[in-house]
């Protein structure tokens, strides 16, 4: 099972911040640091210093770390017109080696359209859009060298592209979708998608989303083992009671809704868990959403007591 670090830094933090967990979670010997793209914060905090951008940020990990994977889970469909986008990660991940992975979605929280300026369209056309941009970003990266790309849709078209620059990852960096939709979701998976995420979410509504994709897969001919499975769950794992409970207020988390939703408890009670989800879903990956910036010893501890028992 490969264990990933994922962030969400619009509650308050800046690339000193992120840089740091970055590198701990690479010392550390975890698969990936990955991040939200998001412009505001989320309930009662400030979100101070401010916001950072997740391409931005990632492009400056790329260059201070070595080994841990980069990505987004995810970018929103609503804040970017593909082609850039497609530039920007394509640059992201020369500028890795070729550790880059793109998770892609419609775009959900309206505050922080209207905060910055963004347009904010009806759910159904933000995944006319999503899937517009998915078939405009995965066209450029595959696009072969000296061949010109183009595409025609309601949303965005693209003429006689150069499709440059080209990502260091052949055919192109890998794209994570994932969600709850139980029609369009799993449908743009099966066409698009290298690994389907459910985030906090109980093990029967993961395990009916990724029975819909491995349908959505047998309509178009695609193996769904093809698709990495995986979750995220708020990690909030102590060595002793005192300390899980002391994490938890920390976050600003109710501890028995920790316990019951996230990944909370002992090391040994995290094992437990994980090795009941895998069972039941078939995860072979999971994303732990570290919600205190500061806390690098539970990036430790989780690496030293609970990965090498499921890894």
């Not at 993961?206 to 029975?211: C, L, R, Y």
Request: aromatic share 8%; glycine share 10%.
């Amino acid at each position: 099972m490969d264990f990933r670090i994922f962030t969400e830094p619009q509650q308050g933090a800046d690339y000193d911040d992120l840089l740091r967990v970055a590198r701990a979670a690479e010392d550390a010997g975890y698969d990936a640091f990955f991040r939200s793209d998001h412009y505001l914060a989320m309930g009662d905090v400030s979100g101070e210093p401010g916001p950072t951008d997740a391409w931005i940020t990632l492009a400056g990990l790329a260059r201070e770390t070595s080994r841990i994977r980069l990505g987004t889970l995810v970018t929103a469909a609503t804040f970017r017109h593909p082609g850039p986008l497609a530039i920007s990660v394509s640059q992201v991940d020369r500028m890795s080696g070729g550790r880059v992975e793109l998770g892609l979605g419609t775009g959900w929280f309206e505050a922080e359209h209207l905060a910055y300026g963004l347009e904010f369209p009806s759910l159904g056309e933000r995944f006319d859009r999503f899937a517009e941009q998915l078939a405009v970003v995965t066209g450029l990266w595959e696009t072969l060298p000296g061949d010109r790309f183009s595409f025609s849709g309601k949303h965005y078209t693209v003429v006689d592209s150069p499709a440059l620059p080209k990502p260091v990852q052949q055919p192109r960096p890998p794209v994570v979708i994932g969600g709850r939709g139980a029609t369009r979701t799993p449908a743009l998976a099966a066409r698009y998608a290298d690994e389907f995420n459910v985030p906090f979410a109980a093990p029967d509504l993961v395990s009916t989303q990724f029975e819909r994709v491995a349908a959505a897969c047998a309509e178009i001919d695609r193996d769904p083992g093809e698709i990495v499975r995986s979750i995220a769950l708020t990690v909030c794992v102590g060595r002793t009671d005192a300390e899980v409970a002391a994490r938890a207020l920390t976050i600003g988390r109710d501890e028995a809704q920790v316990r019951a939703e996230g990944l909370a408890g002992s090391p040994a009670e995290a094992v437990d868990r994980l090795g009941r989800w895998r069972e039941q879903t078939g995860i072979s990956r999971v994303y732990l959403q570290l919600l205190d910036l500061n806390d690098l010893d539970q990036i430790e501890l989780v690496a030293t007591e609970v990965v090498p028992q499921l890894g």
